[in-house]
């Protein structure tokens, strides 16, 4: 389709689902960047392997994903976003490394467990999904490197908290190999790491599945190749179907992302997602990945919090750099000199 921007027409893609974000904490630190674009009705997402641009209109969304791990301030925005005919749920990474201090942006634990409850008070527990991802073995240099039940104990005490509050618990195993950038940082850092064993990951899965149904929830995995469903651990899709569909309803534009007719019945509360059925997946992800097609918009290199595991940024000196130079009515997260996107 074709819109109008402050520089003319452009053409631009339609997404039905938005993804806010995989690639940085919107909630956290872009709040009035994303407000301003959802009244522009369109933002700018620049390509991070071969620096095209790419414009994202807003015409035809019906729902976003929310990914953080502080969406406090994402509680004052939700009447607004409502307003504005967009509806969504959270993922809510939501981890115990505080003695490690891996992840240094953060509030502290108990204050990021209170602003969970206040959302699901606010969003319902059905929409606010519980992430402890990664699960990492590690430790600095000269120490002990932890067992698996040290996490288990930190999971069960935050699904204690967490009661009530939401209906699944979503976690992967830590994958550095793949992620030169992330060994790099944990080297300079002077931090062990190990894999999971394969029989450490079926054990862990089914302690996990344990905890998980003792406080009323669902264990799964998230692009994990891995099958622990013998030990009741589901492949979740983060952007999730039948979830859609419960929340946005069986809009057109809807049911022709899934691929459905409109006559299927949804899934009851409890049973494993997407049971039965076929939906199409997000070309863009990695290969053992469910998720249905979502668009994101934002970028790497521009989320702040330092968490020494991250993925996502070259460095934190880089993504602190590039959210200090950002624009709040630049059409794109990423940093211009002038307000608008290069």
């Known amino acids: 389709m074709t819109i109008h921007t402050a520089n003319g027409p452009v053409s631009a893609v339609a997404p039905v689902l938005l993804a806010v974000s995989?690639?940085?904490?919107?909630?956290?630190?872009?709040?009035p960047w994303f407000m301003e674009r959802l009244r522009a009705g369109y933002a700018r997402w620049v390509n991070p392997f071969n620096g095209q641009p790419q414009y994202v209109s807003f015409a035809r969304a019906r729902l976003?994903?929310?990914?953080?791990?502080?969406?406090?301030?994402?509680?004052?925005?939700?009447?607004?976003?409502?307003?504005?005919?967009?509806?969504?749920?959270?993922?809510y990474t939501l981890n115990n490394y505080e003695d490690e201090g891996w992840e240094p942006g953060l509030p502290p634990l108990t204050e990021r467990v209170e602003t969970f409850r206040r959302l699901a008070g606010r969003l319902g527990p059905e929409r606010m999904v519980?992430?402890?991802d990664p699960l990492l073995l590690a430790a600095a240099h000269g120490h002990a490197m932890p067992a698996p039940a040290v996490l288990l104990d930190r999971i069960a005490a935050l699904a204690k908290a967490l009661a009530g509050y939401t209906t699944r618990l979503v976690f992967s195993f830590a994958d550095i190999a793949p992620y030169r950038?992330?060994?790099?940082?944990?080297?300079?850092?002077?931090?062990?790491?190990?894999?999971?064993?394969?029989?450490?990951?079926?054990?862990?899965?089914?302690?996990?599945?344990?905890i998980c149904a003792s406080y009323g929830m669902r264990a799964a995995t998230c692009g994990e190749k891995a099958d622990l469903s013998a030990q009741g651990v589901v492949h979740n899709r983060c952007t999730d179907p039948e979830l859609v569909?419960?929340?946005?309803?069986?809009?057109?534009?809807?049911?022709?992302?899934?691929?459905?007719?409109?006559?299927?019945?949804l899934l009851l509360p409890g049973a494993p997602r997407g049971a039965g059925r076929s939906y199409p997946r997000d070309p863009g992800q990695r290969p053992d990945c469910r998720c249905v097609?979502?668009?994101?918009?934002?970028?790497?290199n521009t989320c702040p919090h330092g968490c020494i595991y991250?993925?996502?940024?070259?460095?934190?000196?880089?993504?602190?750099?590039?959210?200090?130079?950002?624009?709040?009515?630049?059409?794109?997260?990423?940093?211009?000199?002038?307000?608008n996107d290069p």
């Open 310 to 339: 991250c993925y996502a940024n070259t460095s934190a000196a880089v993504a602190r750099r590039n959210f200090r130079a950002h624009a709040v009515a630049g059409e794109s997260i990423l940093p211009t000199l002038s307000g």
């Open 245 to 265: 569909l419960q929340i946005a309803g069986r809009h057109p534009d809807v049911l022709d992302l899934l691929k459905l007719n409109g006559n299927e019945q």
């Open 130 to 132: 519980w992430r402890f």
């Open 181 to 210: 950038k992330v060994e790099g940082n944990l080297r300079r850092s002077s931090i062990a790491w190990r894999d999971f064993t394969q029989e450490e990951m079926r054990q862990t899965g089914l302690a996990i599945a344990d």
């Open 64 to 91: 976003a994903v929310f990914w953080s791990k502080n969406p406090a301030p994402l509680l004052k925005y939700l009447p607004h976003i409502k307003a504005h005919g967009l509806t969504g749920y959270l993922q």
């Open 293 to 300: 097609p979502c668009k994101d918009i934002g970028q790497y």
């Open 22 to 31: 995989r690639a940085t904490d919107i909630p956290a630190f872009y709040m």
